[in-house]
C-alpha cells in the first residue's frame, strides 16, 4: 500500500529524518515509536505531505506520490490526524467533522459516515452543536479522528493521539484505534507509549535520532535488548 523508501526530511540544511524505509499494507495496523525529539512527527508529516522529501521516494501502490500538490494527498485516501488535534475550536462540533468531508466522494456519503462516527463516539452526538472548544481533552481527540474518518481514508495517519489523556482515556482511545482497523481502515501510528503502542501493532518501528534503528513484530522488539533496557524499564 504506503511505502517510504530511503526518505529524508530536512529543516533548512540539517536532517530531521535521515534514510527512513517503512512499509504500511492493505489493513495493516503499524506504530512508530521512539524518544522526544526523535523525528516521529516529521516523519509521519512528510507521509502526509506536509513536508517535502529532500531523498528517497512515496510511493502508495507503486505510485510516487511526492510528485501530487498537498492536497491531493487526500483524494489519495490519506488521512492526518495531527499532534495536538489542530480542531478549529470556535466551530461546532458537527462543522469540525463536516469539514472532514469535503471530498467530492465524502460529501456524497457525508450523513451515513456522520452516523458511523456518532456510532465510535457516542459522546459526541451529545454536543454537536456546541463550539470545540469547551471539549474535553479526549472528546476533542476523539473529535480530531472523528473529523479524519469522515474523509473515508484507506490510511489513517495518528500522531500522538495519548498525548495529555488520562490513563483511562488512552485506554479508550487505544480500544477505539483497534476497532477502526478492524473495520478495514490502515492505521499507522507515532506514540511514545511504547508499552502499549506494542500491545496494539501488527508491525513497529523505532525512530531514533532520525534513524529507524530497529523493525520487526511487537515481540521481536520486546526481546531487543535496547528496546527492553531504554523503552520498557526492563
Same mark, same amino acid.
Do not use: C, W
Given at each position: 500500500m504506503l511505502e517510504l523508501a530511503g526518505a529524508t526530511v530536512t529543516y533548512g540544511a540539517a536532517p530531521a529524518v535521515s534514510e527512513a524505509s517503512l512499509r504500511v499494507?492493505?489493513?495493516?495496523?503499524?506504530?512508530?515509536?521512539?524518544?522526544?525529539?526523535?523525528?516521529?512527527?516529521?516523519?509521519?508529516?512528510?507521509?502526509?505531505? %506536509?513536508?517535502?522529501?529532500?531523498?528517497?521516494?512515496?510511493?502508495?501502490?507503486?505510485?510516487?506520490?511526492?510528485?501530487?500538490?498537498r492536497h491531493r494527498y487526500c483524494d489519495e485516501g490519506i488521512a492526518l490526524v495531527p499532534e495536538g488535534r489542530?480542531?478549529?475550536?470556535?466551530?461546532?462540533?458537527?462543522?469540525?467533522?463536516?469539514?472532514?468531508?469535503?471530498?467530492?466522494?465524502?460529501?456524497?456519503?457525508?450523513?451515513?459516515?456522520?452516523?458511523?462516527? %456518532?456510532?465510535?463516539?457516542?459522546?459526541?452526538?451529545?454536543? %454537536?452543536?456546541?463550539?470545540?472548544?469547551?471539549?474535553?481533552?479526549?472528546?476533542?481527540?476523539?473529535?480530531?479522528?472523528?473529523?479524519?474518518?469522515?474523509?473515508?481514508?484507506?490510511?489513517?495517519?495518528?500522531?500522538?493521539p495519548s498525548l495529555g489523556l488520562a490513563p483511562a482515556i488512552v485506554h479508550e482511545m487505544f480500544r477505539v484505534i483497534r476497532e477502526i482497523n478492524a473495520g478495514g481502515v490502515a492505521v499507522l501510528l507515532v506514540e511514545q507509549n511504547v508499552a502499549m503502542a506494542l500491545a496494539l501493532a501488527r508491525r513497529a518501528y523505532v525512530l531514533e535520532e532520525g534513524r529507524i534503528v530497529a523493525q520487526g513484530t511487537p515481540a521481536e522488539l520486546r526481546g531487543h535488548p535496547h528496546i527492553e533496557r531504554a523503552y520498557l524499564g526492563h
Open positions: 499494507e492493505e489493513r495493516d495496523l503499524v506504530v512508530v515509536v521512539g524518544p522526544n525529539g526523535a523525528g516521529k512527527t516529521t516523519l509521519i508529516n512528510a507521509m502526509a505531505g %506536509l513536508h517535502p522529501l529532500a531523498a528517497g521516494t512515496l510511493r502508495l501502490d507503486g505510485r510516487d506520490l511526492a510528485r501530487l500538490p489542530r480542531l478549529f475550536t470556535g466551530m461546532t462540533v458537527r462543522e469540525n467533522l463536516e469539514l472532514g468531508s469535503y471530498r467530492a466522494a465524502a460529501k456524497a456519503q457525508r450523513a451515513r459516515t456522520l452516523e458511523r462516527v %456518532l456510532g465510535t463516539f457516542p459522546v459526541l452526538r451529545e454536543k %454537536l452543536e456546541l463550539p470545540a472548544g469547551t471539549l474535553s481533552g479526549g472528546q476533542q481527540q476523539m473529535l480530531a479522528i472523528g473529523r479524519a474518518l469522515m474523509a473515508l481514508p484507506r490510511l489513517l495517519l495518528l500522531d500522538e
